[in-house]
């Protein structure tokens, strides 16, 4: 079983940052691909990013790549999300994933384990 805590989410103006984590632990922590979704009020659920077990390959969405970078470190089992260029429409409960499988995560479905999320909310 793997316990997955987000933190960093918070207020930000338009064209500012916010940086996520999320800390893991009950697992090893590199045996797990990672990914980033978000969900927006009355919306379903969206990939955002998502990194492969050692960081080597990394796959966005198109609506945040160029402003948004995953990234992780097994050494401190913990993954990132580094949110720059924000905008209004960013505006979500972010969660992040942890899945045994390997490649181009995309849907959420892929994913074994889940964090409970944080608010990011983006004013214009």
């Known amino acids: 079983q793997v316990l997955l805590v987000e933190s960093g989410g918070g207020l930000a103006q338009a064209g500012g940052s916010l940086r996520l984590s999320c800390a893991a632990s009950?697992?090893?922590?590199?045996?797990?691909?990672m990914g980033w979704f978000r969900q927006a009020p009355g919306k379903e659920r969206e990939f955002v990013a998502t990194i492969s077990r050692m960081g080597h390959s990394r796959w966005y969405d198109d609506s945040v790549k160029g402003r948004f970078t995953i990234s992780r470190d097994n050494a401190e089992n913990t993954l990132f999300l580094q949110m720059n260029n924000l905008k209004p429409e960013d505006t979500a409960v972010y969660s992040c994933?942890?899945?045994?499988?390997?490649?181009?995560?995309?849907?959420?479905?892929?994913?074994?384990?889940w964090g409970q999320g944080t608010q990011v909310t983006v004013s214009s």
């Open positions: 994933a942890a899945s045994q499988k390997i490649g181009y995560l995309k849907y959420a479905s892929l994913y074994d384990y």
């Open positions: 009950g697992g090893t922590f590199s045996n797990y691909a």
